[in-house]
């Protein structure tokens, strides 16, 4: 029992839905829809895909500007001790 509803409750309102509706266009309805939720999870997907790919651009330019931070610092100690 889901929430005080049985299976067999669950399958009256599908039948009548059934009757209403008709197989076709159920049919039509589900495509509709998964399809909305597949182009959904592929828009999130690249979505994710992009924010990951700007942060790693991001680190790998600080590390190039921590590198040449300290490459600099390096050769500015380097120089003053061999004076």
Do not use: C, H, P, Y
Not at 7 to 36: H, M, P, S
Not at 40 to 67: H, L, P, R
């Amino acid at each position: 029992m889901l929430g005080g509803i049985s299976i067999w409750q669950l399958l009256i309102v599908l039948v009548i839905i059934i009757l209403l509706f008709g197989t076709k266009k159920l049919r039509n309805i589900g495509g509709d829809l998964g399809g909305a939720l597949k182009s959904f999870k592929k828009a999130v997907n690249e979505d994710e895909a992009e924010s990951k790919s700007d942060e790693q651009k991001k680190i790998s330019s600080e590390d190039d500007a921590q590198f040449r931070d300290s490459d600099t610092t390096a050769t500015k100690s380097d120089t003053k001790s061999d004076k």
